[in-house]
Every structure is written in C-alpha cells, then in structure tokens.
C-alpha cells in the first residue's frame, strides 16, 4: 500500500544506552553529530542512563541533534513531576527536546521502583492522562519554569496496541512503531518481531485512527539491528534460535532488520518509507556506525 503524497524527508536517530562518564558521554555524543544523525536519543530502563541529565550533557556536547526520549515509561512518572523536568530540559537545551512517551512493558522495573504494572489498560489510561496533564500544564503561559519551544515539546508516542494508536492519533507529533511486541508469558519484556503483515495492519489501523488529523504525523520505526554483510542468512540464524515463532522467510522480511549489502539495506529503507509511510528511522547504541554509510546515502531524500 503505498501513499501518493510525496514522502517525509528522511530524520535518523540513535538510542544511546549505555552509561558512560562525562568525557566518555560527550565524545560519544559527538560522534553521533558527526556521523549524520538529527536526533540523539536515551530510554527510560532502570540500570541505563537517566534521561533528562543525559540529554542535557548531550546538548551541550553537541549543536545540530534534536534531543529526545525514547520513551519514557510513563508508568515510573508522576504527570506533575514530569512536566517540571520537560520545561527545564527545554530550557537548558535550547529548545531542542523531542518527548518520546509509552505505556511500559517489563514489569521487573515496576517491581524494582515499588511501583504497580497494572493491566495494559490500566497503562494506557495513566499514559493518557499523563500526555493530558503535561498539555495543560505545559500549555499554560503562566506554567513555571518555561520550556523554550512553543506552542509545546513536540510529542511522540510509542506502541502498536489499539488503545495507545488511538492516544497517538489524537496527540502526537509522531507516532512511533515497535517493531516488535513484548510476549504476555514473559515479565522481563521480553520481545517478539512484528511480522511485515502485521506491521501493515497496524499502521493502516493508525491511518484510520488518525483520519480527522489536521496535520499528518510524522512515522517512526525503531530498527533492532543493522549489519553490512554479504550472507543474511548467517546473520538472521541466532534470531531463529532466539524466536522459534519465525520461519526465515520472515525473519529475513522482518522491517526491524536492516541486514545485507549497503545496497540492499538503502533500497529496503526507501521501500519501507514508500509501504507504510516510515522517514523517522531509530537505531540501537550498537548499530550507530554500521548504519552511518546508510544515513549518507539517504541524505536529503
């Protein structure tokens, strides 16, 4: 299904995870500039960095990334709280912060924080009020301290379920798929790949959710893994052996995976923005510079 309209310019960011100390942080923040990326990105897991400190010490490592989180776990957040750090990291970055937030999905974090899991719905529902919260606070003229971006930090919403497509429809900027969704049986988070089908009908599920829309938003699609090779299949086995719920066929038609030559990983990007509509591409901290020959070739388009 592809989309007349002319496609978004491509925006690439990195989801850096891995705590490090201050001259370690920066120089890796740097890197990311370097190599292309327009955002710079953290999560929100226990035992990675802090989110907000990160980004700051990122803003100030770096002049042209956009900042953002990927994504905060609303769960661990109190609305009130929340907004207090959205505004002063808004503030000290210069206006450069994007606000990734999600549902949550591992219940050993809730567990470790004190915190209850809740039903998905449950989730969902705080995730809303909290985006609810945050835009009539942050809304406010008279809200202190003052974020720098106006009319608001731009929004991103992450997750594929019905309810929280429906939340993104209405409220975010961006909507950002998971190519992959945490099994019910387990309670570390652990994950099993969308199937390209699948991820079809979830983004057609967006669309029409979003149909009223007075400005389309953008689509992002976070990347598992990406490795230049010549042999796919070699690479792809160890998934196999991981998730037994794939053939190879699928795994190898697996969005989330950019595998192959620079060639076929470059025709597949620009396949998958025309098929569901993805410019807004995320990769994990270990990938950043296998997929950096990537980024220069797609520059501009």
Same mark, same amino acid.
């Given at each position: 299904?592809?989309?007349?309209?002319?496609p978004r310019p491509f925006r690439f960011g990195v989801n850096l995870m891995t705590s490090a100390p201050a001259v370690e942080w920066r120089a890796k923040c740097?890197?990311?500039?370097? =190599?292309?990326?327009?955002? +710079?990105?953290?999560?929100?897991?226990?035992?990675?960095? #802090?989110?907000?400190?990160?980004?700051? #010490?990122?803003?100030?490592?770096?002049?042209?990334?956009?900042?953002?989180?990927?994504?905060?776990?609303?769960?661990?957040?109190?609305?009130?709280?929340?907004?207090?750090? /959205?505004?002063? @990291?808004?503030?000290?970055?210069?206006?450069?912060?994007?606000?990734?937030?999600?549902?949550?999905?591992?219940?050993?974090?809730?567990?470790?924080?004190?915190?209850?899991?809740?039903?998905?719905?449950?989730?969902?529902?705080?995730?809303?009020?909290? *985006?609810?919260? !945050?835009?009539?606070?942050?809304g406010s003229e008279s809200y202190e301290p003052r974020p720098a971006q106006r009319p608001r930090v731009p929004l991103l919403v992450g997750g594929n379920g019905?309810?929280? &497509?429906?939340?993104?429809?209405?409220?975010?900027?961006?909507?950002?798929?998971?190519?992959?969704?945490?099994?019910?049986?387990?309670? @570390?988070?652990? =994950?099993v790949p969308v199937t390209a089908d699948r991820l079809d009908e979830r983004v057609a599920r967006y669309r029409g959710f979003a149909a009223d829309r007075k400005?389309?938003?953008?689509?992002?699609? &976070? =990347?598992?893994?990406?490795?230049?090779?010549?042999?796919?299949?070699? *690479?792809?086995?160890?998934?196999?052996?991981?998730?037994?719920?794939?053939? &190879?066929?699928?795994?190898?038609?697996?969005?989330? !995976?950019?595998?192959? @030559?620079?060639?076929?990983?470059?025709?597949? /990007? &620009?396949?998958?923005? *025309?098929?569901?509509?993805?410019?807004?591409?995320?990769?994990?901290? %270990?990938?950043?510079?296998?997929?950096? %020959? /990537? +980024?220069?070739?797609?520059?501009?388009?």
């Amino acid at each position: 299904m592809s989309h007349p309209v002319s496609p978004r310019p491509f925006r690439f960011g990195v989801n850096l995870m891995t705590s490090a100390p201050a001259v370690e942080w920066r120089a890796k923040c740097r890197r990311a500039e370097e =190599l292309g990326y327009d955002v +710079i990105l953290v999560p929100d897991h226990l035992g990675m960095p #802090a989110p907000f400190p990160a980004l700051v #010490a990122a803003a100030e490592a770096t002049e042209r990334p956009r900042l953002g989180t990927f994504v905060l776990n609303a769960g661990l957040w109190n609305p009130a709280l929340l907004a207090r750090e /959205v505004a002063t @990291t808004d503030a000290l970055t210069g206006g450069r912060l994007e606000l990734g937030l999600g549902a949550g999905y591992v219940q050993a974090e809730h567990d470790s924080a004190g915190l209850p899991f809740g039903t998905p719905g449950e989730r969902v529902e705080h995730l809303r009020r909290t *985006v609810e919260e !945050l835009d009539r606070l942050l809304g406010s003229e008279s809200y202190e301290p003052r974020p720098a971006q106006r009319p608001r930090v731009p929004l991103l919403v992450g997750g594929n379920g019905d309810r929280v &497509l429906r939340l993104t429809a209405e409220h975010a900027d961006i909507a950002a798929f998971g190519g992959a969704y945490p099994d019910p049986k387990s309670s @570390t988070g652990r =994950l099993v790949p969308v199937t390209a089908d699948r991820l079809d009908e979830r983004v057609a599920r967006y669309r029409g959710f979003a149909a009223d829309r007075k400005e389309p938003a953008e689509l992002n699609l &976070l =990347l598992q893994m990406v490795t230049v090779t010549q042999d796919r299949e070699a *690479v792809v086995q160890p998934l196999l052996d991981r998730v037994p719920e794939i053939t &190879l066929e699928q795994a190898l038609a697996l969005p989330i !995976l950019l595998i192959g @030559t620079l060639e076929q990983i470059t025709a597949q /990007v &620009l396949a998958q923005r *025309v098929r569901y509509g993805f410019s807004y591409l995320t990769v994990l901290e %270990p990938y950043m510079e296998a997929f950096a %020959p /990537v +980024i220069e070739r797609l520059r501009g388009k």
